[in-house]
């Protein structure tokens, strides 16, 4: 068997860190009159147990606390109660060096007949891949082939396999047929066992048990062989056409469902607004008692000050949630809510909650993801000065790593000097306008709205260095606005067209090491990483803005580089008025986007911004009608972020005092009146804000969030009788712990429960498989079985969709949180209603 390399291994194969919807809505569990949910034909009452498996209209296969269910475009995910336990299941081979099932082309997925099935051919090829899953008494059957294309030779191997996650397995027995062994704790080989007919995962765990039987046909890997932290267990599939049959038996043992749990915000909760706790229960389980009684503490003890109950608010995602309110209460103190499940720990209800909570942002996760500069801020957060021989234009019709493309390739040729400036993307190293640009830009009006003067490291340009606990005068905000600006300015050609970004070869994407390991440094020694040049109207707008941005905010501190960012944003917004629009898909940007019209809106307003010139306001004035009209709906923008078209109303709402009296007020008006109830329809939903959006949300969703709290104090700004920051308050506490799945803040560093684990290509370096995590970063949080519309997080080296920390969401949860923290009247002033019924 041919196995992949290590840098095609499954580590470096994982989607764009991009908020988007990718698949319609699954659909979830029923509800039917009576209020019982019910996920198959038959409804079933609480707790009722399902020890055969059945299959629901999504494909999800399940009994009792066991769930098998579709992930990721032809994959499988196996759930121990709605906990993700083997995370990745599905086809591989040998095609093309290495093809997993989501590379597939022509993917079909359906189900029938009680059978989940998938379809789709190698790409590129003549092969299909067939797939079709089934319960029968105790066990589920799966049937595989590949078949009808005569490519068997090059192909080479293929198989089911199941990545088995280290921290579970590790020092564990398994059983082999007549044989067993134990998960080896260190690296020994790659091979531990093969040809087994039957394989119980964890026979000394009845609850967790999962078994394998297949003919002669199954092996055990050791997958920290390819760089991934996990053990590996596969089934061969033949190559000549004939099926693989195999069968998968759930766990022998129910433990019933998860316990009912309580969410609340561990930050606490500010005295205005609203202050509520959510009860979690799964779908099998019914609820304890509804009471609940707010606690205050006293020198003495503890006093009740308000009781209730919980309100059941909604049965999806395979739970149920029921809302405990004490908006009533404000008085400032410290807190506890009893309930059926006992009494939570202490949280405050005070004013400074939010107090200091975005500087570890700016002290460690900016400068940590700092590109093209040594860093060092101790404690293995370091890196060396990075991939200073950046980059080489591809040539037409590259297929990129991370979802970069290009087309004809006419902007540039030959190495093109971007050594400086910029951030890391995530936790991989590449770089492009669509988020560099949005990271300035929020920096920036971070910068205006707050000023915060913390000086704590040194930016030393010429030697690609941050002097890190080496104050020097200069705020570090500035420093590191400063600091994108340089990287986004070397990303223009001269003639005013941007570039799209830079990003490793596919082959070397991904590979498990340091950046200033992925090249050389040399320019032109033939292992630059790649610029992808292609005209994308959208990212020369995007760029305009950001410069536009920057150039107001660096003009006391850097005078010079200010009026280059000045001149660079009215060069990119020439080109952008002198050549046709062309708007396509690259990193960041799907073909199925609409918006533009959104897009040169915030262009054209961050320009008047910053030079009050009509001319702006004439391109504004075509796009009238378009304001009067505002779409609400995916997939028009209807929230801030960095991919796709950007969203209008946060930038007109900073333009609209500045407009004189006439037609284009009059629609810039109802475009943010429209922006406005739509958000708070947005918050509307019980018991979390944005959960309308979160079947579609397969990455997590926390920047979204941040997100929401900008837009909300832009458009409260503008319209203060229609919408304010307090209206999102709900969204600040999900980032730290009022949401379902877990009681995790979502931010690292912050002293409350948190994720051990945060991924980034330099800890995964320095740390393994070991907890490492750098603070300040934003965790992307909960995320969504899109296909199934299981919520999960699962707290584990790679799992991208929920830990893989992005500097986009960094950049919004600094703005989000330096708005938090700003005085309470701040945030009250114009809404008086919230102030009625307090205590
Ligand atoms: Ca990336
Ligand atoms: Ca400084
Ligand atoms: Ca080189």
């Known amino acids: ?247 998968l038996t759930p766990p022998p043992a129910d433990p019933g469902p998860n316990p009912a749990a309580l969410r609340y915000s561990r930050v606490g909760y500010l005295p205005q607004g609203t202050k509520q706790a959510v009860l979690e229960i799964d779908w099998r389980d019914s609820y304890p008692s509804l009471a609940a009684a707010l606690e205050r503490k006293t020198t003495g003890g503890a006093e009740t000050v308000f009781t209730g109950e919980f309100s059941p608010a909604l049965q999806d995602f395979w739970k149920q949630f029921a809302v405990f309110d004490f908006s009533a209460v404000s008085k400032s103190g410290e807190y506890r809510i009893v309930w059926a499940g006992g009494a939570t720990d202490w949280f405050p209800i005070a004013p400074d909650i939010f107090i200091n909570r975005w500087q570890n942002t700016l002290d460690f996760f900016l400068p940590f993801e700092m590109s093209h500069a040594a860093v060092d801020l101790g404690g293995g957060l370091a890196h060396g000065a990075s991939t200073l021989d950046d980059a080489v234009a591809v040539p037409p019709d590259t297929i990129g790593a991370d979802g970069y493309i290009s087309y004809e390739a006419d902007g540039a040729a030959g190495y093109v000097p971007l050594d400086v400036g910029g951030w890391f993307d995530a936790g991989d190293y590449d770089l492009n306008v669509s988020a560099q640009a949005f990271v300035v830009h929020q920096l920036a009006l971070a910068w205006e709205e707050f000023q915060p003067p913390r000086d704590l490291h040194s930016l030393d340009v010429p030697n690609r260095r941050l002097n890190a606990n080496q104050p020097n005068g200069v705020p570090d905000l500035l420093e590191q606005i400063e600091w994108g600006t340089r990287w986004l300015l070397s990303m223009q050609a001269a003639d005013g067209r941007v570039f799209v970004g830079v990003v490793e070869s596919p082959e070397t994407y991904g590979a498990t090491a340091l950046p200033e390991e992925m090249t050389d440094g040399v320019p032109s020694s033939g292992d630059e990483r790649w610029l992808f040049h292609d005209y994308h109207s959208d990212v020369n707008l995007k760029f305009v803005i950001a410069m536009s941005a920057a150039s107001r905010v660096l003009s006391q501190t850097h005078p010079q580089l200010a009026q280059q960012a000045r001149q660079a ?160 308050l709900p969204a600040a506490y999900w980032l730290y712990g009022l949401h379902p799945v877990n009681d995790f803040t979502f931010v690292f560093g912050s002293g409350l429960p948190e994720p051990l684990y945060h991924y980034h290509a330099i800890l995964h370096v320095r740390f393994g498989a070991a907890p490492a995590s750098v603070p300040g970063a934003l965790a992307p949080g909960i995320a969504t079985f899109t296909e199934s519309g299981v919520l999960y997080y699962l707290d584990q080296p790679e799992i991208y969709r929920n830990n893989e920390a992005c500097i986009y969401d960094a950049a919004s949860f600094l703005f989000a949180m330096l708005m938090l923290e700003q005085p309470a009247t701040h945030h009250t002033i114009y809404l008086p209603a919230i102030w009625s019924g307090a205590s």
Not at 160 to 179: E, K, V
Not at 580 to 602: H, L, N
């Open 1 to 247: 068997m041919l196995l992949p390399s290590p840098t095609s291994a499954p580590v470096a194969t994982r989607p764009s860190p991009t908020l988007r919807p990718v698949l319609p809505a699954a659909s979830p569990p029923a509800i039917n009159d009576d209020g019982v949910i019910y996920a198959d034909s038959s409804p079933k009452v609480a707790r009722r147990r399902c020890a055969f498996p059945a299959i629901n209209d999504d494909g999800v296969i399940y009994a009792d606390s066991f769930m098998l269910a579709p992930f990721n475009q032809g994959g499988l995910t196996v759930l121990l109660n709605l906990q993700p336990f083997i995370y990745e299941a599905g086809m591989q081979c040998g095609w093309d060096g290495w093809t997993q099932y989501a590379a597939l082309e022509e993917q079909n997925r359906w189900v029938e007949d009680s059978a989940s099935h998938f379809t789709g051919r190698l790409p590129g090829g003549e092969t299909w891949y067939r797939q079709k899953i089934y319960a029968q008494g105790r066990n589920i059957h799966l049937e595989l082939s590949l078949e009808g294309g005569g490519e068997a030779d090059e192909i080479g191997w293929a198989e089911f396999a199941f990545y088995l996650p280290l921290p579970t397995f590790r020092n564990q027995r398994y059983l082999s047929d007549q044989s067993e062994g134990t998960y080896p704790a260190e690296y020994g080989a790659r091979l531990l066992a093969e040809h087994l007919s039957e394989l119980q995962l964890l026979p000394d765990h009845p609850t967790r048990n999962l078994t394998l039987r297949a003919d002669h046909a199954i092996s055990l890997w050791d997958a920290r062989e390819w760089g991934s932290q996990m053990y590996m267990v596969t089934v061969s599939l033949p190559l000549d056409g004939s099926p693989l049959h195999f069968t």
């Open 569 to 728: 944003a009215l060069r990119a917004w020439e080109y952008f008025q002198t050549h046709p629009e062309v708007y396509r898909e690259t990193i960041y940007f799907s073909d199925w986007e609409e918006g533009r019209e959104q897009m040169i809106s915030a262009a054209a307003a961050e320009l008047y911004l910053t030079q009050p010139d009509p001319a702006y306001l004439q391109t504004l004035g075509q796009f009238r009608l378009y304001f009067e009209n505002l779409p609400t709906e995916w997939p028009a923008p209807t929230l801030s972020g960095h991919s796709g078209f950007w969203y209008a109303p946060p930038f007109l709402a900073r333009l609209y005092p500045l407009l004189p009296e006439g037609s284009l007020k009059t629609s810039v008006r109802a475009a943010l009146e429209t922006a406005a109830d739509a958000l708070q329809e947005l918050t509307a939903p019980a018991p979390f804000p944005l959960m309308r959006d979160w079947h579609d949300t397969e990455w997590g969703v926390s920047g979204a969030y941040a997100n929401a709290l900008n837009d909300a104090y832009w458009l409260g700004k503008a319209l203060p009788e229609r919408i304010h920051v307090a209206d999102l």
